[in-house]
């Protein structure tokens, strides 16, 4: 039974950072793409980061420059290094992992709050 478990939101100062965890866990099989999307209230949910199988990297354009997609495969954990938040940034975080199987699965959520 894969589980993704996320981890890292909470409530931060306009300006602040925070890194998004998404720990991947009960699988032998590597990762091979992933995605961090985001879900603010009354909005759809939105891709702001995706690394894809091939190394390519993507960024909603109004994250770029502010966040950083990474992985460690060591660990089967892939992260969201976000700096310079800004209130517009508040949301339900999302994590979706494609492993080398093609099995897609999605974190729990974890909320990201930008408030002074």
């Known amino acids: 039974q894969v589980q993704l478990v996320e981890s890292g939101g909470g409530l931060v100062q306009p300006g602040g950072s925070l890194r998004l965890s998404c720990a991947v866990s009960g699988s032998g099989f590597s990762i091979n793409a992933m995605g961090w999307y985001r879900q603010a209230p009354g909005k759809p949910r939105e891709l702001v980061a995706a690394?894809?199988?091939?190394?390519?990297?993507n960024y909603a354009d109004s994250v770029k420059g502010r966040f950083t997609i990474s992985r460690d495969n060591a660990k089967n954990t892939v992260y969201l290094q976000m700096n310079s938040l800004k209130p517009e940034d508040t949301a339900v975080y999302y994590c979706?992992?494609?492993?080398?199987?093609?099995?897609?699965?999605w974190g729990q959520g974890t909320q990201v709050t930008v408030s002074s």
């Open positions: 690394r894809t199988s091939g190394g390519s990297i």
């Open positions: 979706e992992i494609t492993m080398s199987t093609r099995a897609i699965y």
